[in-house]
Nanobody, 124 residues
Framework: QVQLVESGGGLVQAGGSLRLSCAAT????????MGWFRQAPGKEREFVAAISWRGESTYYRNSVKGRFTISRDNTKNTVYLQMNSLKPEDTAVYYC?????????????????WGQGTQVTVSS
């Protein structure tokens, strides 16, 4: 089992930045890729970014490319999502997820463990 806890959400003005963190506990000795997803009110959950186990491969949805950066520190069992140039349409609950594979992609079904989510609100 892997437990995930997100932090770092909040209220920010458009154009601002936030850094989300996701700390993993439990079966952290296994290799696992990580992803970030988000869900806005009344909308489907959508993929945001993913990173491979050692961090050499990253993957983003088109709308966040160039603004968001996913990274990880395996010595701290933590994955990050640096979000810059935030837009009101980025407002959502952000979830981190762990996939028990080296690489992962945009399919939520590939992820076995999920955090509880952290709210990000971007005001215009």
């Amino acid at each position: 089992q892997v437990q995930l806890v997100e932090s770092g959400g909040g209220l920010v003005q458009a154009g601002g930045s936030l850094r989300l963190s996701c700390a993993a506990t439990g079966r952290t000795s296994s290799s696992y890729a990580m992803g970030w997803f988000r869900q806005a009110p009344g909308k489907e959950r959508e993929f945001v970014a993913a990173i491979s186990w050692r961090g050499e491969s990253t993957y983003y949805r088109n709308s966040v490319k160039g603004r968001f950066t996913i990274s990880r520190d395996n010595t701290k069992n933590t994955v990050y999502l640096q979000m810059n140039s935030l837009k009101p349409e980025d407002t959502a609950v952000y979830y981190c997820a762990a996939a028990l594979t080296y690489y992962s992609g945009s399919n939520a079904d590939d992820y076995s463990y999920w955090g509880q989510g952290t709210q990000v609100t971007v005001s215009s």
